[in-house]
């Protein structure tokens, strides 16, 4: 499932890539969903086409619902966040389409901050973030990039200032500029097969990036949290997240249901 070694590795590196149980018809399926719900758009005259297509919290599709409510991920975050009970925090789906004739570059940001005696807590007071891959994900075909450790750095600063310390931040993106500048390492790329998952926390410096392939990239990002932390959405994700929530509820198989939140 995951090892001691593996999270290990989450919670110092920031980011692990694990095998998944998924099976290649649920990802082919999943696939397909994806060319359906975030087709490629020739702009409009006068308008920059879109490379990077994706949809949050909007999408009910068996064969996404499968995923997301597969015990596989919810083990796995009950063992990352050391919970003994998790919840469905957010979903998207993401494709990033071959943009041709640019070069390689990548943006970096982080979307929340944490500080230490957050990220060390039992449970941690932290999103816990997967990134699936459907297809295989190379350094060419847009990887996540991201630099190891940065998370952490950022929350030992974060501790040092007593206004800060003890509070779960919102949800809230901030460019690299914005960040404190620490000594934080250089950016590398999450590459993986198609069926692993990323482990990974948004709170290291890290962002996407350009596909310089000739195939798209497709990558499901789901969310969880310990389930008695709290963690604050800006207020249109907050809205969108309470109806998808209700929806999930009566989607998901009764079985599973419990891990979205009431
Ligand atoms: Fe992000």
Redesign the pocket.
Known sequence: MITDQEIQQFSEMGAVTIDTPLTQQQLTAASTVFDRLLPFCEPKTGEKPRYRVSTTCTFYDPELLDIIQHPFFEEVAKRVLRADEIRFFQTAIVTTYPQPNTPFSFDQ?V?IQYCLSDLDATPRRMVCTYFLWIDDVTAQRAPLMYRPGSHRLIAKNRESQPELKGIVPPVA?VSLDGLPALDYADAIPVVARVGQASVLT?GMV??ASINVDTLPRKAMVITFTAADVEIDLPQNQAATKRTYDRELKKRLRPERAHIVPA
Request: proline share 0%; charged share 15%.
């Open positions: 940001h979307d993106g948004t890290h962002g």
